[in-house]
């Protein structure tokens, strides 16, 4: 896909790897628009992205997880650029390393709404926009952990393992219609996802978010026969 001037949507474009999405698509002179819950991050990152050459920045406060902001956000975007061509489903909130008895109610529910329920609804709100284009995408940034189980992750794995399913059944309800779709898999980033729940672990692995950045303008970028549906990143 020609990313130039594309309308692409980002949520959890405020830090990490969204950040760095949209630093990165902001160098193809796309025109994004950006979501997230933190104003003074995102405001940064929009004027950031304008000095790399973005065609044009939004950005939308908003906590996915409320579906009534969700669905005036969504209207908000598309009665602003008309429609959208890529959707970027990135936010996402890690759980403490845990057994299950010690994540508290409210965690359970935060993660799932934020990683699996709030991707869900935002992905349904902008499918009808996305199957008018000629050609759209739509990325779900999923985790290793929702595709390999990891000790003390039950929760977190669970919300990663839904993307992964929702992803692959929504590939093939799409396979008519001009809207890719596909799951991106990485281990351990370095940023400060682990950090906001009081986890500390050593980074010196770590792939960078900016690294992840480019495979996934990589991956929107192919030639219009050549599709990527599931990429997994292992350092
Ligand atoms: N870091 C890793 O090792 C790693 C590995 C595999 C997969 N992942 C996945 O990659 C994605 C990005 O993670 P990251 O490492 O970049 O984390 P991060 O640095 O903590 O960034 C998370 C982003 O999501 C946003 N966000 C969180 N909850 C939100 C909500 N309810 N509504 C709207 N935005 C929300 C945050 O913005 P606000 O706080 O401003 O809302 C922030 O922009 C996540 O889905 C994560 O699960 C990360």
Redesign the pocket.
Known sequence: MKLKDKIIVI?????????QIALRLAKENTRLAL????KK??TEVSKLSKQLGAAEVKIYL????KTKKLEKTVKDIVSYFGSIDILIN?????QKINPLEKIKKDIVDEIIG??LT?LIHITKLFLPVLKKQKESAIIN?????GIVPQEGQSVYSAS?YGVKGFTDVLKIDLKSTNVKVAGVY????N????A?TGDNFPTDN?TE?ADLADVVVYMLSRPAKIWLPEVHIER
Do not use: E, H, Y
């Open positions: 949520t959890g474009a405020s830090d990490g790897i969204g950040k979501i997230a819950r933190d991050r995102l908003c906590d996915i997880c990135n936010a996402g909130i890690w934020t990683n709030g940034v999923s985790s290793r952990s990663k990485q281990g351990g980033t940023t400060r996802m682990f906001k770590f978010p």
